[in-house]
């Protein structure tokens, strides 16, 4: 049984450190992974930043979802980010010009700016130290089910 064990550890290491390199070759590639986002989620948990990562996959799912969907979705993401009595508010410039624009005059493009601005801040300041944090601990970030198995698509 001992012996099981040993190599199902052999095998994780390898394949985190392929995602962590893969991750390192740039941001966009982390957040193409699911593994990656819930890594990095968990990282800025630790760093008490994660609204930024929920904001950028909110606004995310804002430009795809359906036409007559995105008033709704976007008073989501002005509950959860931007009203001054959000669960999980943001930083962003010109927040409570956008939070107007939200209620009164939504616009399709309206949160590619502050999307990117959320999106640089996390790149250039939080991702910076999680591949640091990842190299330097070198294992994977607690996954909450271990026992299930990432579908094949």
Known sequence: HHHSHESVNEIQPHHHDQNVASWATGFERLLQDPEGVH???EFLKKEFSEENILFWQA?????HVPENDKKQKACEIYNNFLSSRATTP???D???QLADDVLNAPRPDMFQEPQLQIFNLMKFDSYARFLRSSIKEGE???RENP???RGAC
Do not use: K
């Open 94 to 96: 010109r927040q409570a």
């Open 39 to 41: 890594c990095f989620s």
């Open 147 to 149: 026992g299930v198995q």
């Open 59 to 63: 606004c995310e799912s804002f430009s």
């Open 90 to 92: 943001v930083n962003i």
């Open 140 to 142: 994977p970030c607690e």
